[in-house]
C-alpha cells in the first residue's frame, strides 16, 4: 500500500540512504544531478547490474520545477548495508526511476493513415519503437518492444484496399471503477481540476473559504 512504500522509504532515509521521502516533487536541482552523475552508476552496476548512459540536460532537472522545498526522491550515495525484502525493493526501484529520469528519451515513428471509404474516412495508426532510450532500463519485456515493432501497416498513399470484413460489435458503457488508494491519491492530489470540471461553482466556494 502508498503507506506501507511511505513507511519504507521513511526507514531508508533514517539511514541516510536516500533524500527526503515526503515530497511530491519530480525535479531535482543542478548540484544533486552533478553528485548523481558520479555515484549512481556505482551503485547500480553493483546492485542492478546495469551501467547507465546519462544525457546532459535531463528533463528531471529543473530548480524552477521543484514543488515544495525537497527535490525528488534520489539514492543519496551511501551504499546499503543489510536491507529487508521490502527495503531493498523500494531502494532499488528508486535508482532505477533516477536512472531512467536521466537516460535518453524513447523514440517513436509514429505514422497515421486515412482511410477513404465513399467518403467516410477511417483513421489508423502505427507507433515504432526505433531508438529504446530509457525504457532499455526498464522493466518493459522485449517480447513487447518486438511486438510494437512488428506493428506495421504495409501499404502506401493511392492504394486500393479492399473491406475483408465488417462487424458490428455491441457494447455496454460501465460507470467510474470505485477508488482504490492508488487512484485516490492520484486525485487528491489534482483535486482542484476535478472540482473545476464536474463543479466549478463547488470551486469558488472552497477559494472564498
Request: aromatic share 8%; charged share 25%.
Amino acid at each position: 500500500t502508498g503507506q506501507e512504500t511511505l513507511d519504507t522509504a521513511q526507514k531508508l532515509y533514517e539511514k541516510k540512504l536516500i533524500s527526503y521521502p515526503r515530497t511530491d516533487s519530480g525535479y531535482i536541482n543542478d548540484e544533486n544531478f552533478s553528485h548523481l552523475k558520479i555515484y549512481l552508476p556505482e551503485l547500480s552496476e553493483e546492485l542492478l547490474n546495469i551501467i547507465p548512459e546519462f544525457v546532459n540536460n535531463p528533463k528531471c532537472v529543473n530548480t524552477q520545477k521543484i514543488t515544495g522545498s525537497h527535490d525528488a526522491i534520489i539514492p543519496t550515495g551511501v551504499k546499503p548495508g543489510n536491507l529487508s525484502g521490502q527495503e531493498s525493493n523500494i531502494y532499488n526501484l528508486i535508482i532505477k526511476r533516477s536512472i531512467e529520469a536521466l537516460s535518453k528519451a524513447a523514440k517513436y515513428k509514429k505514422t497515421k493513415y486515412t482511410f477513404d471509404n465513399n467518403s467516410i474516412i477511417f483513421n489508423s495508426y502505427t507507433s515504432v519503437l526505433i531508438e529504446k532510450g530509457w525504457k532499455k532500463y526498464s522493466d518493459i519485456s522485449e517480447e513487447i518492444v518486438n511486438n510494437e515493432q512488428s506493428f506495421i501497416i504495409n501499404v502506401k498513399k493511392g492504394d486500393i484496399i479492399n473491406i475483408a470484413e465488417i462487424g458490428i460489435k455491441e457494447i455496454e458503457s460501465k460507470p467510474p471503477s470505485l477508488y482504490s488508494e492508488e487512484n485516490l491519491i492520484e486525485d487528491l492530489k489534482n483535486f482542484g481540476l476535478l472540482i473545476k470540471n464536474e463543479n466549478p461553482e463547488l470551486l469558488e466556494n472552497i477559494k472564498s473559504n
